[in-house]
């Protein structure tokens, strides 16, 4: 359910109504208080006017569409663009078009808006530009598919042998398929004779239509916009630039700089005159365009809501220096053209642009401030008895107090234990309700508020336990393909690709087909044996094709289609799979001779516990996951490896199942290579499980020899259901009382007596084990069957590609970049592989950011002094890391997104 029901507390506020009717008169006002998604919910609903959210920061911005989301608003996200606009760097794919979709639905007034004031500043094509630009086809136009190709490429468009991406095109024949960077699914066009006969909606990955379009409007897909006509004029102008600013490098001497931007400019011409788009090709924009702000493609009655107008202000004047400073050292160098127009409003003209539109700030009290009364909610962190008296508390007053939580019933029976009476359900509160109460809702927010006039208080997960679960767009998730897997898309096939057909034996792939069978029309799967034999498989059968399965240095022999060869194959293959399943069923019965236990089907608990993930499962965790849960309800012992890359969630895998175990009365153990792997563990299991009665404890150096002492006996008495620790954990002296559950992480990086130990434990409890790289051994075990295993292929959901700049040593590129890293809060892990010279480097990062926090790792550190530097970088103590290869692997540290 969602929460506009709320909106009702405040339309019929007498200073709400106020605040609007300022607004209407263009008044701009400084607003205090906590509540600006309720305020804007209501707001929208109140007026109907195009209103404008400008976050703080990308992340920010996200969480307000997030919020909005809750309140029944579906609100569009400009994104601004992270590299600096003069770097000479293209913006990410993902990114650019996201961008192109939002400014397509602000050109057709799809409001609300949320971004950020840089999103805003920058410059983009004119509204009229893009309407110039845009492509209109309909059922029946007379468009030869060979000319709506080149109007594909003038647009930006790439040519692909399937179309996977936004901003891609495949050509079949007589059908084209086109992905406009607008639209959420690709566009099937097909043609009789030159004459458009229909234009469908399809999934990629099956290819299935979805349903008809009655016209389609395709939109460039990079911001740079190739002309129609006029080409001979930009070019021209480019090259009159290029050789004014030569000239003057000249007469200062800088011959090298001069030719240096002769040439750039001649290869960018060049590309530009066949239309191909290029690394860095937006930075030549003013050449080619009218160039406007996206405030002008706002309607006057628009109305700006700023998280904090002066805050962003300030920021962007920062932003604006580094921006010139970059665009003075690149043209000096040659290594840009100096542009008619810069890229990017100055902080003065986003000023007056927006003071053309009324405008409200959330900023805090201030002198001029206009006071509605809500006020941001107190944090309880845990301290649930505080919240408990609170609630009850603000109850007995008459306010309405509503938790919204993705864990409301655990939220309920933690005021239950407290005598502290909650409502759960589907039931929000209304403002004419006399009696005050608590009410509890499953729902996810950022934050919550107190609004005292309104008599209303919202809390969320983020007061109760500290976090927030993250709300992601969904996005269909990509994997990538494994040799012998049956395929599950036309996507993965390539042309002359070795298949392997159920039936017929190994064949190669020929491409997609369209045949006509009676008066239907389909599409085949060519696939060609020996002999020229040909079969067509239907799209809807693409099971039947696995990929060939053996070695990169030979051909494979190419099967006929009826002949005895691939029967006589298989007749083989099977016989050995006979001899080797018997040795295998000889193990199993061994492994199944022993007595496990059984642990229960899920709790409410648990259920509650996993939607309270932060972030958005991938499908391959959630098959990992299942695949646990099964093996732990079943009764012999599990012994599965969880197998996935740094990042893909095998974490999340583990941490479920150790849930399952401690909610059926079992202790579980988590053994880790390193105190700092150690720790980190430690502290995202004991945040997770904060909000039930579980008790958490480690082992390891980072621990007094009173709490390891503590940490021993709670194990052995059954007081501890829940310990984390490194090679301590299998010492004699600890012992459980009922041990269900052991977790090893990265087992191939303990010594061997550790795993003689590890042998020993495997006989009676269950064992799962996490690795990014398994050794050989454990791998063949897991591939033979001896052990379960799990592979996690699937990269995290919304996670973005990895932009990487290849250049000599550069001291402003190096600043430029940590800047920007620090600008965004996040760290830096700057790579120098010399430990005889690393100090020295060190303090020349400090000479250029000397505002930066900056530390040294390397190899040859003591154990404990290095680990002391990770966890402190861990910890967010040090913002730039210098150090060599030694980086600690398995390390989640989300926050660092830059090596330098």
Sequence with gaps: MDLAPLTLFLTENPRFREALEKIEKGRTLCVDGGSGQLFFAA?????????VWIARSAESAKRWQSDLRVFGIEATYLPPVEILPYAGVSPEEELRNQRQQALSKILDKNFPLVTTAKALSLLVPSAESWAAARLRITPGDRLPPQLLIQQLV?????????????GE????GGVLDVFPPQLDSPVRIDWFDDEIESIKLFEIQSQRSLEKL??????PSRELIFPEEGWQNIAGSIEKASAAQGKRLRKQVLHQAAGNLESLTKAAVERFKTFQSFEGCEYYLPFFQELKSVFSYLPSETVLLWEDQAFILEQLISWQKEQLSLYEKRTKAGEAIELPRMLHLEPADVRRSADTFGQISFSGRTLDSFPLG?????????????????????SKAGEKVLIASTQPHRAYAILDERHCHASYGSVLPEPGWKVGGVWIVRESLSSGFRWPELGLTVLTDSELFGWTKKNFNKREARRPSFAGNAFSSVTELKENDFVVHLKHGIGVYGGLKKLAIGEEEREYLLVTYHGDDKLYVPVDQIGLLHRYRGGVDSRPKVHKMGGVEWENLKRRVKKSVEIVAADLLKLYAERASQPGYSFPPDTIWQTEMEAAFPYQETVDQLRAIAETKQDMERERPTDRLICGDVGFGKTEVALRAVF????????????????????????????RFKPYPIECALLSRFRTPKETKEAISGLATGKIEFVVGTHRLLQKDVSFKDLGLLVIDEEHRFGVAHKERLKQLRHSVDVITMSATPIPRTLYLA??????????????????????????????????AILHELERDGQIFFLHNRVESIHAMAEEVGKLVPQARIAVAH????????????????NREIDVLVTTTIIESGLDIPNANTIV
């Design 43 to 51: 707001a929208l609903q109140r007026t109907g006017r195009p209103w």
């Design 154 to 166: 003038k647009l930006g468009f790439q040519p692909a042998a399937a179309v996977t991406e936004k």
């Design 169 to 172: 095109f495949s050509r079949r």
């Design 214 to 219: 009655d016209s389609l409007e395709v939109w």
């Design 374 to 394: 809500s006020q941001p909610a107190p944090s309880f962190g845990n301290q649930f008895d505080q919240l408990a008296d609170s609630a009850s508390a603000w």
């Design 660 to 687: 399952k175990a401690i909610m059926a009365g079992k202790q579980v153990a988590l053994l880790a290579p390193t105190t700092l792997l150690a720790q980190q563990h430690f502290q995202v299991f004991r945040d």
């Design 783 to 816: 591939l033979s069957g001896a052990r379960d295993m799990s592979l996690i292929t699937t990269p995290p959901l919304n996670r973005h590609p990895i932009k990487t700049v290849v250049g000599p040593y550069d001291a402003e590129a190096i600043k430029t």
């Design 859 to 874: 190899g040859q550190m003591h154990e404990s002094d290095l680990e002391d530097i990770m966890f402190a970088f861990l």
